[in-house]
């Protein structure tokens, strides 16, 4: 990969890193805000739903914050866009489509596969 695609992607992945954590504090706002009390009970329920979800997808993007963490970490080491498996070059498609990939499109569909083999047994 050369200097400018490395360059495309840590951008890439610094906006999306942003972009996360504004919309975390964005719903660290509001909940500091807005009272979750609600005079009817079917009211309180689904409020109470809504922010379940919402915290549960706050909860997701903490944890692909360290996965981008990662990827710019191997961005300086010069690792980025290597197979973590093999040490093959990961296509640029993956990479544009999934950023933080680790792995090819075929060491991943082994590695899920094994791993549902695991599963069933």
């Known amino acids: ?3 400018l695609q490395l360059e495309y992607f840590r951008q890439r992945l610094w906006s999306w890193k942003k972009q996360i954590l504004a919309d975390s504090e964005g719903t660290l706002a509001v909940l500091q805000n807005e009272p ?11 409020s109470e739903t809504d922010w379940s979800i919402e915290l549960r997808t706050r909860d997701r993007q903490r944890k692909l914050i360290s996965k981008i963490e990662a990827a710019l970490r191997r961005i300086d080491d ?4 290597y197979c973590e498996v093999t040490g093959e070059p ?3 498609g993956r990479l544009e489509a999934r950023p933080i990939a680790t792995m090819t499109v075929e060491a991943q569909e ?3 596969r094994h791993e549902k083999i695991s599963r069933d047994d």
């Open 1 to 3: 990969m050369n200097p």
């Open 110 to 112: 082994r590695h899920e």
């Open 78 to 81: 010069g690792e980025y866009g």
């Open 90 to 92: 990961i296509s640029l």
């Open 36 to 46: 979750l009390r609600e005079p009817d009970l079917n009211d309180r329920a689904s």
